[in-house]
């Protein structure tokens, strides 16, 4: 009697073994098949919603820098901190709706929060049916990188609105191993290259604290309550690059400013721009212009005693046209938005 | 004796990694790198003790780093080999920017390629090992919640100053038809104003709103050590009220 129940439970072991196993293989079935546009999904779907710590080289402008991330998802809560290993140590930490920037060079630290009714951090817009208007996804095939097997998938940018990717997402993980920035005409602009990534089931606290002790540095702080109390004002863009689309209207207190800045953003499902409009007072200096930060261009302009500011991750002449573009709607005004013709590609 | 002349080179590794040797002492370092197997390792643990140095407090270094160090250099990895694929996207920028520091000689560079080869073979192995450990049991977890990885930069990232020229990078083909070699230009003077804390503000502000993909490119602009988004001392200042001012945080 004891050896048939033994038997039997050993049956059950063995059955479930299988199950398991047929399982992972039509899990992996289902990734070895899956189309590039998937990839990208699992892509986002992994960075967004995994632990992570990595750290990872990255090449901009001919100069290489070494840099750690810590991501961690508990509960819907999302903390990060981007942490350079060369140079003086900046470090980004988020935790909670609070974000903060140590510059230890400067011994200064910017603190922000999230504006109240922002989106989730996992809740980003991901590609749609539309955005194959404005980018061409491409690949998909196999190629070993640093011991693993990667699916290179390749964003291609149908104009010069917007930038391209390349990537070596990682197939058994779906984190990206290596990212390419490519300019309109293929040319890589900026590259992430990861040396170790772990996946770890818990990240401890201790984890997201910064590395310098910042209690002498000056800290700027963005007042809440300016958020808290305002409205955002009827600002809009007459125009927008085709794909474009506004995906939030809000209101941004700063750190250091004591005016709230109203806050747009715009996306085509993978770029995204974010305007922002804050009167302009008189004994602000003029910083109008293009402005570059790595990847990031910057465009600001004066319209209607208000100054407007264009940031994103997007070629320069977009922050330009969207910026030039935001007009302030008289009340009563319908919105009017109309989509810009695409230039033609070099 | 012995013992003594051991000190002496590690003093003038020590120098060389500080860029406190002569070039005349650099040349002779390297003639014997070249020569001596344990001088080589001492120079490669060296190189990995930097890596650490500069990685956060927790990381180990791990003793298979060694062997593949040592398994590289014995193949003698040309420096700046174009047909290698990543490992020579790693390393050119470096060779490059080495030749634009205005303090180096091309006598200096000369002599230290083969040293700078030395470093590179450690980069290379270090890039090499890539562990994925999304497999670990909560009980391996529990006792051990810091991960204890080696993570070692390739060296010859650490040091890299702006490059003035175009940086070729070299990719192997792809099967969806991409070029086979693209170039990372410089960027554009003209429009690389130093930001104010402004729009470090912005770009901080605007990548809680970028998809996944981009809100990374998004911030490394501001944490990368290249001068920019930096917030000013006169510019963080200049649009605050007197009350709004520097907060000293009281914690």
Redesign the interface.
């Known amino acids: 009697m004891r050896i048939d129940s033994r038997r039997r439970a050993e049956q059950a072991r063995r059955h479930g073994a299988r199950l398991a196993a047929l399982s992972l293989l039509l899990t992996v079935g289902v990734a070895i098949g899956a189309e590039p546009s998937e990839w990208l999904e699992r892509?986002?779907k992994a960075?967004?919603t995994r632990n992570y710590?990595g750290?990872f080289?990255?090449?901009?402008?001919?100069?290489?820098?070494?840099?750690?991330?810590i991501h961690r998802v508990r509960g819907g809560d999302v903390s990060e901190r981007?942490?350079?290993?060369?140079?003086?140590?900046?470090?980004?930490i988020r935790q909670g709706d609070e974000?903060t920037?140590y510059?230890p060079?400067?011994k200064?630290?910017?603190v922000?929060r999230?504006?109240p009714d922002?989106?989730l951090?996992g809740a980003?817009?991901?590609l749609g049916e539309n955005d194959s208007h404005v980018y061409e996804i491409?690949?998909?095939?196999r190629?070993r990188?640093?011991?693993?097997t990667t699916r290179?998938v390749?964003l291609q940018p149908r104009d010069e609105y917007r930038y391209g990717?390349?990537?070596w997402i990682?197939e058994?993980?779906s984190?990206?191993?290596?990212?390419q920035?490519?300019?309109a005409s293929?040319?890589?602009?900026?590259?992430?290259?990861?040396?170790?990534?772990?996946?770890?089931?818990?990240?401890?606290d201790?984890?997201f604290k910064p590395?310098v002790d910042?209690?002498?540095?000056?800290?700027?702080?963005?007042?809440r309550q300016l958020a808290l109390n305002s409205t955002p004002a009827l600002w809009e863009a007459m125009k927008l690059p085709a794909g474009f689309r506004m995906?939030?209207r809000s209101v941004?207190a700063?750190?250091?400013?004591?005016e709230p800045a109203t806050?747009l953003?715009f996306?085509d499902?993978?770029?995204?721009?974010?305007v922002?409009v804050e009167p302009r007072?008189p004994?602000?200096?003029s910083?109008e212009?293009?402005?570059?930060?790595?990847?990031?261009?910057?465009f600001t302009t004066v319209t209607d005693g208000h100054q407007i500011?264009a940031?994103?991750?997007v070629p320069?002449n977009t922050v330009q046209f969207i910026a030039t573009q935001v007009k302030a709607i008289p009340k009563g005004a319908t919105q009017g938005l109309g989509i810009a013709p695409a230039p033609p590609r070099k | 004796m012995n013992e003594e002349r051991q000190n002496e080179r590690d003093s003038q590794l020590s120098a060389m990694f500080d860029g406190e040797l002569s070039a005349a002492e650099c040349e002779l370092l390297a003639r014997r790198l070249s020569k001596d197997e344990a001088l080589r390792g001492q120079w490669s643990r060296y190189s990995m003790i930097g890596a650490a140095l500069r990685a956060e407090r927790g990381v180990k270094l791990h003793d298979r780093v060694a062997i593949r160090v040592q398994a590289q250099i014995s193949q003698e990895v040309i420096y700046g080999d174009a047909t290698a694929a990543d490992s020579a996207v790693m390393a050119r920028p470096a060779l490059t920017a080495g030749e634009a520091r205005g303090g180096v000689t091309d006598r200096w560079m000369r002599f230290a390629r083969p040293v700078f080869g030395v470093s590179i073979a450690a980069g290379v192995a270090a890039a090499s090992i890539l562990w994925l450990r999304n497999q670990e049991s909560p009980e391996i977890l529990a006792a051990n919640p810091v991960p204890q990885t080696v993570t070692l930069a390739p060296e010859a990232t650490g040091t890299v100053a702006v490059s003035p020229a175009p940086i070729e990078v070299t990719e192997r083909v792809i099967s969806n038809g991409e070029p086979e070699r693209y170039t990372t230009p410089v960027p554009n003077s003209s429009t690389s104003i130093a930001p104010p804390a402004r729009l470090a503000n912005y770009v901080v502000a605007h990548s809680e709103y970028s998809s996944p993909l981009t809100r990374r490119m998004a911030l490394l602009g501001l944490v990368a050590s290249d001068g920019s988004g930096v917030p000013a001392e006169d510019t963080a200042a200049s649009d605050q009220r007197p009350e709004d001012r520097t907060q000293v945080n009281a914690h």
């Open positions: 892509m986002n960075l967004t710590i750290v080289t990255h090449n901009h402008g001919g100069r290489v820098e070494t840099l750690r991330i981007l942490l350079s290993l060369d140079g003086p140590g900046r470090e980004f974000v920037c510059f060079d400067k200064t630290v910017l922000e999230r504006a922002g989106p951090l980003l817009p991901a491409r690949g998909g095939e190629e990188l640093l011991g693993r290179v390749a990717y390349r990537l990682d058994q993980t984190m990206p191993l290596k990212t920035l490519c300019g293929g040319e890589v602009l900026e590259q992430i290259v990861f040396s170790n990534i772990d996946l770890p089931e818990r990240i401890p201790s984890m590395q910042a209690s002498t540095y000056r800290w700027l702080r963005a007042d995906q939030m941004q700063l750190p250091g400013s004591s806050h953003v996306t499902g993978v770029a995204s721009v974010s922002f007072k004994d602000m200096k910083e212009g293009p402005v570059r930060m790595g990847s990031s261009s910057a500011t940031v994103g991750e320069p």
